[in-house]
Structures are given as C-alpha cells and as structure tokens.
C-alpha cells in the first residue's frame, strides 16, 4: 500500500523517502526507499526499536530535511514522529487500537491529522486529532508475475495465521464439509500460529504457501474461485478490494467497520457475507458458487477506488500540513 502510495505522491511532484524494515533496497523507484532493520521481539534489544528509526531518519533529515513525517502504525514510528518536532500524521491499518495507552493517546494527540481507513476508525481518533476518512485503494499490477502450480477452482486465504484473521474458524468450518465435496483450500502467509496451522491443513489436504511477493500474491487471487476472508478485525482490506478489481468473488465476514466495502451504495452485498464467527454458515459458504451480479458491481466499485485518486486526496493534506 504504501509503495503504491509512494508512486502517485511521486508523480504530484512530492520527494518521498520511504522507510520500510526487513526488506532489500528497491531500485527502479521514483522515491527514495531506506531500510532499517527490526530486531526479533525476543530479543532484549528490541524496546530500542524506536530509538533505531530515529537514528535512521535524523540521517535522512541531514540529507535532506524532512517537511512532513507520515506513520501508517501506530507504533514506534509514531512515538518517535510525537518526540520529533516535525509535523507529522498518522494513518492506521487496523481497527484494533489500545486508547487506554498512554503513547498511542499522545501520538495521536500530537499529530497535525489523522487519515482513517473507515467512519468507524474516525469516530475512534475525532476525540484526538483532525481526521479524513480515505479509504485505501487498488490497482496492483499482474503482468509477469510466476504463479505457483495450483489446481483449478482453489479458494484463497492470505494474510496472518492467527486468530484474528479467522485462520481457525476457517480451518474449523473446513473440516467440516465431507471430503468428498471440499474444494482445494491455500492458505498463503505466516505467523504466531503457524505450525498449528500447517499441521491441520495438512490433516485436511489444504494447500499451505508462504507469504507471496505482491505480484506474485495478485496473480494467484485472479485464478482462485473466490477469496475467503474470516478475519474479525479489518480497517480497508486491500486484498478484499483486489478481488473484485480482478472479478474474483469473496467471502467474507459481515464486518459493520467496513460496511462501505461490502456492499454498494444501494446497500446490496458486493460479496457472500457470512455473519461473524458463525463455522456452520461459513462451512455452508465455502460449497457456493459466486452471485455474477455481485461480482459485477464489486468490479465497478473497485475501479472508482484507484490509487491515483487516493494520492490526490492524500496530496491535499500533504500540502495543508507542510
């Protein structure tokens, strides 16, 4: 999201550095991409975190003086943004948000604005600071990505194997359709739970894959039968508005934080809604087939959200605050 969002910034006429952890240099960009790298939480150093992404961007600040700091977590990068100096906002990608923490309240309290994914998320930051609601946007690219071998008519997972994502309630309502009649489940990603996960999917032949470089995730979801997407907590999912950029149905949780992303503006569904943590309609839901008006307008949806039109809407804060 935020390299996409990097390039349209770029090409507003924005000089963008973006600083990201565990990852190789990127070449070819029109900003500049800085690295730093995150200690392992079990490691003792790990409470220095915040303090390595100040020394990292005090030397880009030397290099090039920083107008504008923009956190997209509210975690170190935000406290240090709080104790920098520089006006700074913050946009969060998850609607679990700890207010009764003292250094989440001051970050957001010190930000200029705050850019919420849904009403629901600005209801929760409007006691703190200015806030826009722009949700996120698509239009990741395909074009030569390798796919892995999979067999026809797959249903996709992707994203965190832990319970908030509803990796077990999925695996659950799984199991409970007869063998005979289960499509072929992938479950692509990583995490806490992650042997737990790949010793019951391999129980119940589910295809487990690795987390998926982002091309290479998208070309995978545009030949899946549907996405499924159990999660119990979500802000703006970009894999959710992915699928029906690319004409690929969905099944999802009837999540009211992301109403606006689930249904049109008359109120029709634009994926199969399952009611919140429910195993039996999510076991009923994995034998559907896809509603083709559903898929239709979902893809009319998807292409009003692309991330040109969300840059300009972020470029307009941008240029108020620096």
């Given amino acids: 999201m935020e390299r996409q969002l990097a390039r349209e910034l770029c090409a507003l006429g924005f000089e963008i550095t973006l600083l990201t952890r565990d990852t190789q240099p990127l070449s070819g960009e029109p900003f500049t991409h800085v690295t730093y790298q995150r200690p392992s939480s079990k490691d003792w150093k790990s409470w220095l975190l915040a303090g390595r992404i100040a020394s990292v961007l005090r030397e880009i ?3 090039r003086p920083i107008a504008l700091l923009h956190a997209f977590m509210l975690g170190p990068p935000a406290y240090y943004a709080a104790r920098s100096g520089k006006p700074y906002l913050i946009t969060h990608h998850d609607m679990r948000i700890d207010l009764g923490s003292g250094r989440i309240r001051r970050a957001l309290s010190g930000a200029r604005h705050a850019i919420a994914l849904n009403a629901a998320q ?5 006691p703190l600071v200015p ?13 030569g990505a390798a796919v892995p071998d999979l067999p026809p008519g797959f249903l996709l997972f992707a994203g965190r194997f832990e319970a908030a994502k509803g990796v077990f309630l999925l695996l659950d309502a799984y199991e ?5 009649s289960r499509p072929t489940l992938v479950l692509a990603g990583d995490g806490s ?12 032949g589910a295809i487990v894959l690795p987390w998926l470089a982002h091309d290479v995730l998208l070309a995978t979801l545009a030949r899946a039968s549907a996405l499924v997407m159990p999660s119990s907590s979500e802000a703006s999912p970009l894999l959710l508005l992915e699928a029906y950029r690319l004409g690929v149905p969905a099944i999802v949780h009837d999540l009211p934080m992301i109403a606006a992303d689930l249904r049109d503006a008359s109120g029709a569904p634009l994926a199969r809604l399952v009611p919140v943590g429910d195993v039996e309609a999510w076991s009923l839901a994995l034998l559907s087939t896809a509603d083709p008006s559903s898929t239709a307008r979902a893809s009319v949806a998807a292409r009003a959200r692309t991330w040109p039109a969300v840059a300009a809407r972020y470029a307009t804060i941008y240029r108020s605050l620096a």
């Fill in 61 to 63: 600040d030397r290099a």
């Fill in 131 to 143: 806030v826009t609601v722009i949700p996120n946007g698509v239009g990741g690219s395909i074009a």
């Fill in 193 to 204: 739970a992650a042997l737990e996960v790949r010793t019951r999917a391999s129980r119940l």
């Fill in 122 to 126: 600005a209801e929760l930051f409007r």
């Fill in 176 to 180: 409970r359709v007869p063998a005979a």
